[in-house]
């Protein structure tokens, strides 16, 4: 699907990667609109996005205008994304949602409602349309485990370098509306959204109360910012199901892939793992590797322009035998009709929810009913 691409976010966010996969696909990048209200820092990565896409940098409004438009790809600071959502959507382009779709329950509520008015396509980033996510929905839908009995889900990354930090037990927050630091990110809500949106969209179901745990274990960036690195739930959906959740970030090199994925189905007649690990024979040299150096405006190696070299690999050969599918290609084979839908706004806006609990359980120590 040729498309135009409008891109609503800079520099050091996944903007970067979204650009990339748009581009990939064979799309046309028109613009980086910059929205009005944005502060003077988010503002300068806007152009600095523009700049290195050789892009032009205009008002949001006139970028939404432009011959060719169809699509925004919004990737700004969580509080500007239901002003910014509902802009681009009025303008009748379909919505590209960077993860988590907003910074409270309202707000993602917000965007799924201007969604629905306008009558745009929408889809939030996720691993839903990953082979073994798919895999693991059709294994359900055609009953091969009976009735599900419960679930576990991990996303676990391996990023940033890792350090010892003092045993303490942490204190959470009520709320996650502070998502958006340069330097850290609120695990639970950047990991653990991934395995919320998938235990929902595979049980088709939605949740009703969740008791959390939040706790700093690896990173003493995350600590000095009092951010969490490690998030654990449970959530009870409607149909009975429990599932349990796991999420969090470890150092590069815990993990010889950047990230595990995965999730445990237990049904009355079998369980069945699925994961993002493809199967593989891998040989390893045993050969050390020295650490990557340390990167003081990005030490947790989150953004693509922030790296000026791949990270050093041990010497390994891998003979991968799996594959997937990118979330950006899977938006826009639904938007041509050939394919299912991945995370749409309403979705999504439910799964902000379950985070939201998940931080008022944490702080509280009690389960919460998820709005």
């Not at 028109?30 to 502060?39: K, R």
């Amino acid at each position: 699907m040729t498309a135009g691409i409008i891109l609503a976010g800079g520099s050091r966010s996944h903007q970067e990667n979204y650009a990339t996969a748009f581009a990939a696909a064979g799309c046309r990048l028109l613009a980086v609109g910059v929205a009005p209200g944005l502060d003077e820092a988010e503002a300068a990565r806007h152009a600095e996005l523009a700049a290195s896409l050789g892009l032009p940098l205009l008002p949001l409004e006139a970028a939404v205008a432009l011959p060719g438009a169809s699509i925004a790809s919004i990737c700004v600071s969580l509080p500007h994304r239901p002003r910014v959502a509902a802009l681009c959507a009025a303008a009748g382009l379909h919505l590209y949602l960077d993860k988590p779709l907003a910074g409270s329950a309202e707000d993602a509520a917000a965007i799924a409602a201007a969604v629905h008015v306008a009558g745009v396509g929408a889809q939030v980033f996720s691993h839903v349309t990953a082979d073994w996510a798919r895999a693991a929905r059709a294994a359900i839908r055609e009953g091969r485990l009976g009735r599900i009995l419960a679930v576990h889900s991990d996303m676990l990354m391996a990023k940033g370098l890792s350090a010892i930090v003092a045993s303490k037990v942490r204190q959470e927050h009520g709320t996650f509306t502070d998502f958006g630091r340069d330097l850290v990110k609120r695990e639970l809500t950047d990991m653990g959204i991934y395995p919320v949106s998938l235990v929902a969209w595979l049980l088709g179901t939605r949740a009703l109360s969740v008791q959390a745990v939040t706790a700093n274990h690896a990173f003493a960036q995350h600590l000095e910012h009092d951010v969490e690195d490690y998030g654990a739930m449970l959530v009870d959906f409607d149909d009975g199901v429990v599932a349990s959740i796991t999420c969090g970030r470890v150092g590069w090199h815990a993990w010889r892939r950047p990230f595990l994925a995965r999730v445990v189905i237990v049904g009355e007649r079998d369980t069945l793992v699925f994961d993002s690990e493809p199967p593989e024979l891998t040989l390893t040299s045993g050969r050390g590797v020295a650490p990557p150096g340390f990167n003081a405006i990005d030490p947790m190696e989150m953004w693509l322009s922030t790296q000026a070299s791949p990270r050093p690999q041990p010497a390994v050969s891998a003979i991968p035998l799996g594959g997937g599918t990118p979330d950006v290609a899977a938006f826009l084979a639904m938007l041509a009709g050939s394919e299912p839908a991945g995370i749409d706004a309403g979705a999504a806006a439910h799964h902000c929810a379950i985070i939201a609990a998940a931080y008022l359980s944490a702080a509280e120590k009690r389960a919460v009913a998820v709005a």
